[in-house]
């Protein structure tokens, strides 16, 4: 029985054994958390954030099938990220929320809208994910699994992510974004080893030009992309800002311009990147064997160009709903 790929914002359908249907599914693993957002004038508001939580949202908005694997707190900042989760259409692939408070990050929105973040999160909700919770919530039906961030340093959040990358099945797409915090990350013998860990099993990776330089800091920026990608053997998504995308491959290396626009912010706008290459690779029908496709890994990340492009048109981590690609 052959399954067609399925128009934007449809989901997706795999096959196992006696042609019985599984909808497909991508987990992102990670943290959700409160952003508190201060602005150049030191004007203070909040939002849901955490960068994996931003890349479930923006796949599950783009109408592909997502779920959020990750701690949520009972407390009431727990209760709004579930609001927010439910208002999308995102999965909580733990059931059960932790009784840990909601873990914080405090934003500091430069002139140009860039984002430096600080964490408030010592025995907090993000970190309260074990390995073996982990593993018990990650089923079949995963076509796709992308991990990063807080879940790189925490723990034991972080063995949970190795553990889960580990396990992944021969047919399973794995993407990482580092999305290297340095305020939590440097020095840190936890980060270093659970990112060489996904890393080996990594098909694509998505780097800024912020994370080549903390993860080589003596190389030039494209020098670190193509060491990585080398390092990997993955499919390296180098986002230069505004600047362009570069993707690099073992034999290729391609510059995807990026389109102007009139920025209010970058919060979020790398999560929504991630989660629209994710969700155009779903609707497409394509699978871990596909990345060696250039002209589909170029048509991905040309389409999550265009979702972050919108992202960075909006105050905070606010990815685009299907809708609104359709109409551009």
Same mark, same amino acid.
Not at 25 to 48: F, K, M, Q, R
Not at 55 to 74: D, Q
Not at 102 to 123: C, N
């Given at each position: 029985?052959?399954?067609?790929?399925?128009?934007?914002?449809?989901?997706?359908?795999?096959?196992?054994?006696?042609?019985?249907?599984?909808?497909?599914?991508?987990?992102?693993?990670?943290?959700?958390?409160?952003?508190?957002?201060?602005?150049?004038?030191?004007?203070?508001?909040?939002?849901?954030?955490?960068?994996?939580?931003?890349?479930?949202?923006?796949?599950?908005?783009?109408?592909?099938?997502?779920?959020?694997?990750?701690?949520?707190?009972?407390?009431?900042?727990?209760?709004?990220?579930?609001?927010?989760?439910?208002?999308?259409?995102?999965?909580?692939?733990?059931?059960? !929320?932790?009784?840990?408070?909601?873990?914080?990050?405090?934003? !500091?929105?430069?002139?140009?809208?860039?984002?430096?973040?600080?964490?408030?999160?010592?025995?907090?909700?993000?970190?309260?994910?074990?390995? !073996?919770?982990?593993?018990a919530h990650v089923g079949p039906e995963c076509s796709a699994l992308h991990v990063g961030t807080l879940g790189l340093v925490l723990q034991p959040l972080a063995d949970a992510t190795a553990a889960v990358v580990a396990a992944s099945p021969a047919d399973r797409l794995v993407m990482v974004d580092p999305n290297c915090r340095p305020s939590v990350m440097t020095s840190s013998d936890v980060f270093d080893r659970t990112l060489r860990a996904v890393l080996e099993r990594a098909d694509v990776v998505k780097v800024s030009g912020d994370d080549l330089a903390f993860i080589y800091p003596s190389m030039e920026i494209h020098d670190a992309a193509v060491r990585l990608q080398r390092e990997s053997g993955a499919v390296v998504l180098f986002t230069d800002g505004a600047k362009s995308v570069h993707v690099l491959t073992e034999s290729d290396d391609v510059t995807l311009e990026v389109p102007r626009v009139v920025v209010v912010d970058t919060v979020g706008a790398g999560d929504s990147f991630s989660g629209g290459f994710l969700a155009q690779w779903q609707t497409r029908g394509l699978g871990r064997a596909d990345v060696s496709n250039l002209d589909e890994v170029l048509s991905a990340a040309r389409f999550g160009i265009s979702v972050a492009g919108i992202t960075c048109q909006r105050p905070g981590a606010d990815p685009p709903h299907v809708q609104e690609i359709e109409v551009r």
């Open positions: 029985m052959v399954v067609e790929p399925l128009p934007l914002g449809r989901g997706s359908t795999h096959v196992r054994g006696n042609c019985t249907s599984v909808p497909l599914v991508i987990t992102v693993v990670g943290e959700a958390l409160i952003d508190i957002i201060v602005d150049p004038a030191g004007n203070v508001t909040s939002v849901v954030g955490g960068a994996p939580l931003n890349t479930a949202r923006t796949i599950a908005r783009l109408g592909v099938p997502s779920t959020f694997l990750g701690g949520v707190s009972t407390d009431a900042f727990g209760a709004r990220i579930m609001r927010l989760l439910e208002a999308d259409g995102v999965g909580y692939a733990l059931g059960a !929320q932790v009784d840990e408070p909601t873990t914080l990050a405090i934003a !500091q929105i430069d002139a140009d809208g860039a984002a430096t973040y600080r964490f408030m999160m010592e025995g907090t909700s993000a970190a309260a994910v074990t390995p !073996q919770a982990a593993l």
